[in-house]
T-cell receptor, first 113, second 112 residues
Framework: DVKVTQSSRYLVKRTGEKVFLECVQD?????MFWYRQDPGLGLRLIYF???????EKGDIPEGYSVSREKKERFSLILESASTNQTSMYLC????????????FGPGTRLTVT | GNSVTQMEGPVTLSEEAFLTINCTYT??????LFWYVQYPGEGLQLLLK?????DKGSNKGFEATYRKETTSFHLEKGSVQVSDSAVYFC???????????FGQGTRLTINP
């Protein structure tokens, strides 16, 4: 079974802190994605990556950055957390030629106070 | 740009009822269409897909037909179970694109 794991299920941070969300997949997938999920807005793509050290902006990249130093790991970084970044963050991965069949982690619920 | 619109939830049904969750889309090319499901406490998982007009995707008793003339991909199930309680997301992937565009999700609750 494909497994996508995220470093924390729940996280509470203060405004202005630098926050790291980690995602690891064990199926040698080329593609990895970070989304945020908010009620009434569905999933919105923050960043994605097709390969190691490669990244592309999604629909809402402002306030975020990413790092992909190894194929299996994709990190989301909040440079200076703000209250409007309180959300559920979902990581996903997929094979290069089947980007539509994404495998999701369980999510990290981040609260910024 | 591409977009997906789902019926507003939450939807509450009794066990064995018939289910329809509406989904319509806007796309510039020839998209592929998907339904994902998120069970409580879990990540999303692909439920079914259709890659061209008039295709029917099916899985676990759920079905959806790709209707190009009405730009729709409604999810149906003839007899729902309590275990179907989840959030359902409609999504599209445009031709050659490596990304998915999701609808806002519909929360379904099935009462025994």
């Amino acid at each position: 079974d494909v497994k996508v794991t995220q470093s924390s299920r729940y996280l509470v941070k203060r405004t202005g802190e630098k926050v790291f969300l980690e995602c690891v997949q064990d199926m040698d997938h080329e593609n990895m994605f970070w989304y945020r999920q908010d009620p009434g807005l569905g999933l919105r793509l923050i960043y994605f990556s097709y390969d190691v050290k490669m990244k592309e902006k999604g629909d809402i990249p402002e306030g975020y950055s990413v790092s992909r130093e190894k194929k299996e790991r994709f990190s989301l970084i909040l440079e200076s957390a703000s209250t409007n970044q309180t959300s559920m963050y979902l990581c996903a991965s997929s094979f290069g030629d089947r980007a539509y069949e994404q495998y999701f982690g369980p999510g990290t619920r981040l609260t910024v106070t | 740009g591409n977009s997906v619109t789902q019926m507003e939830g939450p939807v509450t049904l009794s066990e064995e009822a018939f289910l329809t969750i509406n989904c319509t889309y806007t796309a510039t090319g020839y998209p592929s269409l998907f339904w994902y499901v998120q069970y409580p406490g879990e990540g999303l998982q692909l439920l079914l897909k259709a890659t061209k007009a008039d295709d029917k995707g099916s899985n676990k008793g759920f079905e959806a037909t790709y209707r190009k003339e009405t730009t729709s991909f409604h999810l149906e199930k003839g007899s729902v179970q309590v275990s179907d309680s989840a959030v359902y997301f409609c999504a599209l992937s445009d031709t050659g694109a490596q990304k998915l565009v999701f609808g806002q999700g519909t929360r379904l609750t099935i009462n025994p």
